[in-house]
């Protein structure tokens, strides 16, 4: 029997739209995380702070949460001199979602950038294809060791690191990968590319190639350029898509930073989101269970009719 995560790619392909949850950094900061102190290490040292995350995006609407190892990759967690964690902080970051989740809810291990720079682009020491590839591969065994249903590799700034890790994946356990990057808006030419130039439709052909099963985009701007995004991906390919945006831009007020779409704003694009092709929707940084419990109303609404 093939593992229960791939219910969500079989669901999607029918036709069905399911929710995704929406950010965790604000969240652990609220809860006392500092800035520049490791939010992985709090799988260990706050499991509850991190259930806690996860139950209330559960009860928020959200079908799939993921896990707090966004930076658990080795690489990244060597910043924080924590490498030698890797396997324990990602097992345990998929336990405590797992173990919070209801009957139907789905854990997908989240796999960030490890902000190390690909060969092809450092000055110094860079990072080769087959270095991502092993670091991944610790992380996403780590995971599924763990008991996630799929992955969600996220954020993604760079091509060949966005491959490598769906790659490592692929090659770890037989789960379903979603894979998302991170684009900017180019005001001057009105269109998306990722740091590096590509456009939506070589995003999605490359990490579909990859492996991928679901592709899209998260992080990034708000909903109203995720629309556009997702328009263009399904111009280039009928696989099944997911776009977890921003809620709009980061407006920063002396020590804080708040983002521009409350709750209501936010989800008044999701109906325009769906209508592009979007197959999984939830939301990133800004957002918090009250984003998602109102963009699960709009996708409950959808069902109905
Ligand atoms: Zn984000």
Redesign the pocket.
Known sequence: MRARGWEVVARVRAGETLVFDG?YGTMLFAAGLLNGACPELWNDTHPDVVAGIHRAYFAAGSDIVETNTFGGSRLKLDEYRLGDRTRELNARGARLARGVAPEGGFVAGSIGPTSRLPLDYALDAGVTDEEYVTTFREQAEALAEGGVDLFAVE?MMFPQEATAAVRACKAVVDLPVMATMFFQYEELHDRDRTMWGESPADVAKSLLAAGADVVGM??GRGPDRAIVIIREMRQATDAPLIAYP?AGLPITEGDTVRYELDPPAMAREYPALLDAGCSIVGA??GSNPEHIRLIADVVRSRRRT
């Open positions: 950010g954020t998260n992080c921003n990133c940084c």
